[in-house]
């Protein structure tokens, strides 16, 4: 995933070539030390798959495609003006008043072309298309596989490793809580990372079509940082309705009153 917008791309110099290949290597460790742990640690819903394997998959493809329609620019294919055409309607039917791709443009700073404008259109256009399509593949995984554990074990430890369920409020009460907020964070960040993202580039005179490769990662992970939010709120909030049915049928077998946390 970290190489393959630079192998797509033309003209990368050596070295970010290097720093690419570099920190694709500290990557893969990092995912395979993490994996390969039997205790907690910074990855979460380790062991609930798809969790991870959808928010891979989004960033991969999102990373791929923008990468192809930016490679066409250069040396045009039949491929890469299929993501140009299917990204720019995508992008001009999103570019409405008070959108996030209106904000971006908006902030854009002055000097900037048309063919720039269209770029950020269909960098958009792709980026939301992926996003809502692994949102819908994940919610339809969650109820065929009656995620995050068919048989209603699930290690709370090891794949929430910062949330303590025996801590605080109940445990429901604090997954849909916590989820609800991921959610509204998913909405609200599409509209706050330009703000944030136009300050740094003001105050370093940074750009990010200065560099072909910058400007994909740009675009891809303002879109997907909001869906794995949004991945994040669905995920907390389907494990509190799972401890909550469990503790129904816990109810139901005991015939006394249920304890404030269960565990799962």
Do not use: C
């Amino acid at each position: 995933m970290v190489l393959a917008p630079s192998l797509l791309l033309p003209d990368i110099s050596p070295q970010v070539a290097d720093t690419i290949v570099l920190i694709a290597i500290f990557a893969a460790l990092f995912v395979l030390i993490e994996y390969a742990a039997v205790y907690p640690g910074l990855i979460e819903f380790r062991d609930a798959p798809p969790f991870n394997r959808v928010r891979f998959g989004v960033l991969l493809v999102s990373l791929v495609l923008i990468a192809l329609a930016m490679r066409g620019i250069e040396t045009p294919s039949a491929l890469a003006r299929l993501i140009q055409a299917v990204g720019l309607l995508l992008g001009q039917s999103v570019d409405f008043a008070f959108s996030p791709v209106r904000l971006i443009l908006w902030l854009m700073p002055e000097g900037t072309t048309v063919v720039q404008a269209q770029l950020v259109r269909i960098a958009a256009g792709i980026a939301y298309l992926v996003s809502l399509v692994g949102l819908t593949v994940f919610a339809i995984m969650i109820r065929l596989k009656n995620w995050p554990s068919p048989t209603g074990r699930f290690n709370v430890w090891v794949n929430l490793p910062t949330f303590d369920p025996t801590a605080g409020a109940d445990v429901v009460k604090r997954l849909n809580r916590d989820g609800t907020i991921n959610i509204l964070l998913g909405l609200a960040l599409p509209y706050l990372t330009p703000p944030f993202a136009y300050f740094i580039a003001h105050s370093y005179g940074v750009s990010m079509f200065e560099s072909d490769l910058l400007f994909v990662w740009t675009m891809s992970l303002w879109a997907f940082l909001p869906a794995s939010l949004f991945l994040r709120g669905i995920a907390m909030r389907r494990l509190a309705l799972m401890i909550s049915r469990k503790r129904r049928r816990y109810g139901e077998e005991v015939g006394d009153e249920v304890p404030a946390f269960l565990p799962a």
